[in-house]
């Protein structure tokens, strides 16, 4: 009858469950408690990942250029005016 093909559906999605289940509390464990990584294969992905660490000391909380402070230590926006010639 229909109802014998029960046991082998519930194995194959059990087997088809357990991976991704497994990996993501594997993951949340091995990665301090992230489950997810943020990939730095390209170079410039990498440059992105070291700069959100160094500025907010957390790579998935992304941050823009009003974090990142000036050299100079002065607002960036008051810039001095350039002689009219």
């Known amino acids: 009858m229909w109802y014998e093909i029960l046991p082998a559906a ?3 999605c ?3 469950t357990f991976p991704s289940v497994f990996n993501y509390y594997f993951h949340k464990f091995i990665y301090s408690g992230n489950p997810y990584r943020r990939g ?3 170079v410039f992905n ?3 990942y070291l700069r ?3 500025l907010s000391n957390n790579p998935y909380i992304m941050q823009g250029l009003d974090k990142i402070p000036d050299e100079d ?3 960036s926006t008051s810039r001095p005016k350039r002689p009219v010639s």
Do not use: F, Q, W
């Open 52 to 54: 959100d660490t160094r």
């Open 10 to 12: 519930g194995i194959i």
């Open 14 to 16: 059990a087997a088809m």
């Open 40 to 42: 730095i294969s390209p």
């Open 73 to 75: 230590g002065k607002d």
């Open 46 to 48: 990498k440059d992105l």
